[in-house]
Nanobody
Framework: QVQLVESGGGLVQSGGSLRLSCAAS????????MGWYRQAPGKQRELVAV???????NYADSEKGRFTISRDNAKNTVLLQMSSLKPEDTAVYYC?????????????WGQGTQVTVSS
């Protein structure tokens, strides 16, 4: 079983910054990729950013230039540095990861962390 634990959410004013962290633990052979998604009330969960084991990144268009995803392979951790936050960034942010366990790859999700941006 794999566990993903997020931290770093909270309340911030518009224009402020937050850093989210997600640590993976459990039994797995390798982490293929890790990423962040978010879900605002009444909306579908959407991609924020994803990073591969090799460091390749992909961002949603609305986050390019404001958010930076990074990972520490040695610590099985992924970070999301968010700056110039806007009220529309308010959502529950979920960490996920694709893990190789034996042969297959499995996707796991964290429990989510609330980010609230006040205007």
């Amino acid at each position: 079983q794999v566990q993903l634990v997020e931290s770093g959410g909270g309340l911030v004013q518009s224009g402020g910054s937050l850093r989210l962290s997600c640590a993976a633990s459990g039994r797995f052979d390798s982490i293929i990729s890790m990423g962040w998604y978010r879900q605002a009330p009444g909306k579908q969960r959407e991609l924020v950013a994803v990073i591969s084991r090799g460091g390749s990144t992909n961002y949603a268009d609305s986050e390019k230039g404001r958010f930076t995803i990074s990972r520490d392979n040695a610590k099985n951790t992924v970070l999301l540095q968010m700056s110039s936050l806007k009220p529309e960034d308010t959502a529950v942010y979920y960490c996920n990861g694709d893990f190789r366990i034996g042969g297959p790859i499995y996707r796991y999700w964290g429990q989510g962390t609330q980010v609230t941006v006040s205007s």
